[in-house]
C-alpha cells in the first residue's frame, strides 16, 4: 500500500456501508493505510448489525469471517470470552486492522526474536484499546499478543486482514522459537462452520 | 431485588441484575422455582446478605444451572454457593477471593469454573473431584502450585493459568489426556534446570513395603494389619521409565524439562523413588539442555501426542 495522490476522508454510517466502501478503496490499484483505519474507526459500532457474527465459544476466541473482499482482503469478527487472549504472533506479510466493537482488548507489541535467539522475547509496549478504537500492524512494525483482560465482560473486535493469510506463526515467549499454524473459521457470513481438524491453532 | 418479583414472573428462568450496584440478594430468589440462570455481575455484592438464607433448601438449589457473580466484592465463596447441587457454570471472577474452599466438591454437575482476577494463592486438592469440569480459569492470581491431584480432573479440556506464581508444573498435568488449551504465560516458570536436594531417607515401613512390591511378595488382607494392607495400596510408581521402583511418602523432587508438541519446554515437577533414578540428570549442571533433552524423549512422544495445543507466553 502507498500513499495515494488525494486520502479520502470516508464516514461508514453502517457495517453495511463500510463494507460497501472498504470495496470501493480496494479496487483501487493503490490503497493508503490511513484511509482503512481512519475508515475503519469512523464507523460507530452498532450491535444490532454485527450480533449475527458475533459467535461466542466457550474455551477460546473466536474468528467470523463477514465479507472476503473479492480476494482483496479479509474481514472478519473475533469474539472474546473473559480471559481470552491470542498468542504471539506474526502477519504473514500482510496488513492487519483490528477495531474494538465492543468492551476492551489489551495489545502488547513484541520486537522479533534474533535469528539465534533463546532468550525471552522483548515487549515494546502495551496498551488498551477501546471501543470504536482501530489498531494497525504489520510485520515491519513487529508482532503481537492480544487478549480480553476483563474478567467480566466479553469484547468483540473487527479485523481487516489484506492480502488474506490463513496461516502465521506463533512465538513462545520465554524462548522466541515460532512455529507455523494454519488459522479456521469459527464461522462464514454469519453460519457455523465446523471443522475436521482438532487442531485450533489460531492466534488471528 | 424487588419484593413480590416471584408472585409477578413465577415462571422466571433467566434473571440478570447485572450492574445494578446490588448489595445484597434477598428471599425473593427463593420462590423462583424455574430459575436456571442467575447474572448479578458488576454489583456491590460479598457482605453478609448478598444471597438469601435457607438458598439450600429453596427450589433455586436443584434448578439453578449458571450463576454469574463477577465483578463484586467476594471476599470468600459464599457457603450458599456450594449448595447450589444443580449449578454446572460458576463465574466469580475479578472478586476478592484469597482462596477456594475444599467444600467447592459439593458442586458435581460444575463444568465450567471461572476464578479469574482474585487473590488465590493456593488450590485444594478438592477441587479435583469435580468429574464434570471442562473449564477451569485460575490467570491472573497468586497461585504458586499446582497440586498434582488435578490431574484426576479427566474432562477437562481448558486449564487457564496465566499470571499467577507458578515456577513449575507437576508432572501428573501430563495426564489430562483431553486438554486442548492451557495457558502459562506471565508465570515465573523456571528456565534452567533446577534440582532439588532435599531428600527424606525412606523408613524402615518404607523400606519394606517398596520391597513388598517390587518383588511381588504375595500377601493377603488377613496377613496383615488393615492399616498395612492400605500403605501398601498407595504405592506411587517411579516415573522413570528405566525403573520399576515404587515410593510410598520419601521421594526425590525434580524438576525435568519437557518438550509439548516439540516446540515448547515446560519445566514439569518429577517425584523419583530415590537419588538414583535421577543419575541421568546428575551431570545436567552445564549442559542441562542437551541431557534433558534426550531424556524427555519418551516424555515428550507421550506428551506431544496427549497434549494439543498449549498456549505458552
Redesign the interface.
Known amino acids: 500500500m502507498e500513499q495515494p495522490v488525494q486520502t479520502e476522508t470516508w464516514k461508514a454510517r453502517s457495517l453495511e456501508e463500510l463494507v460497501r466502501i472498504l470495496h470501493q478503496i480496494f479496487a483501487e490499484d493503490k490503497v493508503s493505510v490511513d484511509e482503512v483505519q481512519a475508515l475503519m474507526e469512523s464507523y460507530e459500532s452498532n450491535p444490532e448489525e454485527w450480533l449475527q457474527y458475533a459467535k461466542f465459544d ?3 476466541y473466536t474468528r467470523n469471517l463477514v465479507d472476503n473482499g473479492n480476494g482483496k482482503f479479509n474481514l472478519m469478527i473475533l469474539c472474546w470470552g ?2 481470552h ?1 491470542s ?2 504472533h506474526d502477519h504473514t506479510d500482510s496488513h492487519c486492522f483490528m477495531k474494538i466493537l465492543q468492551g476492551n482488548l489489551k495489545e502488547t507489541l513484541f520486537e522479533w526474536p534474533e535469528k539465534k535467539g533463546n532468550g525471552e522475547m522483548t515487549k515494546k509496549s502495551e496498551r488498551v484499546l477501546r471501543e470504536n478504537q482501530c489498531a494497525y500492524i504489520n510485520d515491519s512494525i513487529g508482532l503481537h499478543r492480544v487478549e480480553n ?4 465482560e466479553p469484547a468483540v473486535s473487527l479485523h481487516l486482514y489484506s492480502p488474506p493469510f490463513d496461516t502465521c506463526n506463533t512465538f ?4 522466541g ?1 515460532k ?1 507455523k499454524v494454519t488459522m479456521t473459521f469459527y464461522s462464514q457470513y454469519g453460519e457455523r462452520t465446523v471443522c475436521v481438524s ?4 489460531a492466534p488471528h | 431485588l424487588p419484593a413480590g418479583l416471584s408472585q409477578w414472573f413465577p415462571a422466571l428462568e433467566v434473571l440478570d441484575v447485572s450492574g445494578t450496584g446490588l448489595a445484597e440478594m434477598g428471599a425473593e430468589l427463593l420462590s423462583l422455582p424455574c430459575l436456571h440462570t442467575l447474572l448479578a455481575k458488576n454489583n456491590r455484592l460479598g457482605g453478609p446478605g448478598s444471597l438469601p438464607k435457607g438458598l439450600g433448601q429453596a427450589p433455586l438449589a436443584r434448578s439453578l444451572r449458571v450463576l454469574n457473580l463477577s465483578g463484586n466484592r467476594f471476599a470468600e465463596v459464599p457457603p450458599a454457593v456450594l449448595r447450589l447441587r444443580g449449578l454446572r457454570s460458576l463465574s466469580l471472577g475479578g472478586n476478592r477471593l484469597h482462596g477456594i474452599p475444599p467444600d467447592i466438591q459439593e458442586l458435581q454437575s460444575l463444568e465450567f469454573l471461572y476464578l479469574g482476577g482474585n487473590f488465590i494463592t493456593a488450590i485444594p486438592p478438592e477441587l479435583a473431584k469435580l468429574p464434570s469440569l471442562r473449564y477451569l480459569v485460575l490467570c491472573d492470581n497468586k497461585i504458586q502450585s499446582i497440586p498434582p491431584q488435578l490431574a484426576q480432573l479427566h474432562s477437562l479440556r481448558s486449564l487457564s493459568l496465566h499470571n499467577n506464581l507458578l515456577t513449575y508444573l507437576p508432572r501428573e498435568i501430563l495426564n489430562l489426556v483431553h486438554l486442548e488449551e492451557l495457558s502459562l504465560r506471565g508465570n515465573p516458570l523456571v528456565v534452567r534446570f533446577v534440582r532439588d536436594l532435599t531428600y527424606n531417607p525412606p523408613s524402615l515401613q518404607e523400606l519394606a513395603g517398596r520391597t513388598v512390591k517390587t518383588r511381588n511378595v504375595p500377601y493377603a488382607p488377613s496377613d496383615l494389619p488393615e492399616s498395612l494392607v492400605r500403605y501398601l495400596s498407595l504405592a506411587s510408581n517411579c516415573p522413570n521409565p528405566k525403573c520399576g521402583g515404587v515410593y510410598f511418602d520419601s521421594c526425590v523432587r525434580q524438576i525435568k524439562f519437557v518438550d509439548f508438541c516439540g516446540k515448547y519446554r515446560l519445566p514439569l515437577m518429577h517425584y523419583l523413588c530415590s537419588p538414583e533414578c535421577s543419575s541421568p540428570f546428575s551431570s545436567a549442571s552445564q549442559s542441562s539442555t542437551s541431557q534433558s533433552e534426550s531424556d524427555s524423549e519418551d516424555e515428550a512422544s507421550v506428551a506431544a501426542h496427549r497434549m494439543q495445543k498449549v498456549l505458552l507466553g
Do not use: A, L, P, V
Request: no cysteine.
Open positions: 466457550q474455551y477460546r473473559e480471559g487472549g498468542s504471539i483482560i476483563s474478567h467480566t513462545d515467549q520465554r524462548t522459537h512455529h482438532t487442531r485450533r491453532d
